[in-house]
Every structure is written in structure tokens, then in C-alpha cells.
Nanobody, 112 residues
Framework: QVQLVESGGGLVQPGGSLRLSCAAS?????MGWYRQAPGKQRELVAR???????TYADSVKDRFTISRDNAKNTVYLQMNRLKPDDTAVYYC?????????WGQGTQVTVSS
């Protein structure tokens, strides 16, 4: 069983930046981030494979950057130019191709 531990959420003003981190207890091929806003379905934000292939939601392209340190089994999400619509609980996700793992979630609130 792999555990995912997230950090880095919080309150930020529109246009600001935040960086999320997620450390896994083991190596996972795909690591990424999903988010869920109140009343909405959980959606993919970004994910990255071990070799470095990335996928982004259209709504965050050019604002968010995913990266990972494979030696530390850690994935990061740098979020810039944040908007109120980015407000959600952000969940770290690890996917082996057969099994999905989830972090506990971290709240990101974008508000003035």
C-alpha cells in the first residue's frame, strides 16, 4: 500500500501563486493532481509519468507546471496566476496502471 502525503495549500489572492507538494512512500509510474470544487466532479489538473510525459487540463495550461523528483518519489504543482475558479480541494494521485492511490486532499482558496 502506497501512501501519499500532500502539503502546500492555503489562501491566496487572485493573481498569486502557490506550490503543492506530494510525497509518496514508494515509486509510482504516474503521479499527478486532481481537484474537486464544491458541487462539481473531481477533475484532472495535471499528471506526469516517470519518464517525464505530462498532461494538463486546458484550464490550467500556461499557468500551472507539474514536476517530479523521482529519487524522492515526490511530485510538485507550481500554480501561478491563480483565479477564483481554481478554488478547490486538490488531491494528489498516484496511478500504477492498475491501482489508484489518493492523498487526503489540501484546500486551495483563491479570494481577495
Amino acid at each position: 500500500q502506497v501512501q501519499l502525503v500532500e502539503s502546500g495549500g492555503g489562501l491566496v489572492q487572485p493573481g498569486g501563486s502557490l506550490r503543492l507538494s506530494c510525497a509518496a512512500s514508494g515509486s509510482i509510474f504516474f503521479m499527478g493532481w486532481y481537484r474537486q470544487a464544491p458541487g462539481k466532479q473531481r477533475e484532472l489538473v495535471a499528471r506526469m509519468s516517470v519518464p517525464g510525459a505530462t498532461t494538463y487540463a486546458d484550464s490550467v495550461k500556461d499557468r500551472f507546471t507539474i514536476s517530479r523528483d523521482n529519487a524522492k518519489n515526490t511530485v510538485y504543482l507550481q500554480m501561478n496566476r491563480l483565479k477564483p475558479d481554481d478554488t478547490a480541494v486538490y488531491y494528489c494521485n498516484g496511478n500504477t496502471g492498475a491501482v489508484n492511490y489518493w492523498g487526503q486532499g489540501t484546500q486551495v482558496t483563491v479570494s481577495s
